[in-house]
């Protein structure tokens, strides 16, 4: 099956998606996901303290890295 084309709601817009697409030639069309929650977090930063490797979120929460999802491609935390 040759596949030129493919659309996903916006629970697939994320780097890794879109580097798979990119990589197969495949046109995506996929819906955004919305940046209000992003927007709401405005100039304040992550805090990242590389001794503990882990950031802090400007609600003060912890974010400890959990783990890596395939070839490298994406790191969480």
């Known amino acids: 099956m040759d596949i030129k084309r493919a659309c996903a709601d916006k629970g697939y817009d994320c780097a890794v998606v ?3 697409l990119d ?4 046109e995506g ?3 955004p ?8 977090i405005g ?3 992550f805090l990242y303290n590389e001794q503990s490797d ?3 979120c400007p609600e ?3 974010l ?3 783990h890596i999802e395939g070839d490298g491609i994406k790191e969480a935390y």
Request: aromatic content about 10%; hydrophobic content about 30%.
């Open 18 to 20: 879109h580097h798979v």
């Open 23 to 26: 990589k197969q030639q495949i």
């Open 29 to 31: 069309y996929i819906s």
């Open 33 to 40: 996901v919305s940046t209000d929650s992003i927007e709401a």
């Open 43 to 45: 100039d304040k930063p």
């Open 54 to 56: 882990h950031y802090l």
């Open 60 to 62: 003060g929460k912890l």
């Open 64 to 66: 400890k890295f959990t």
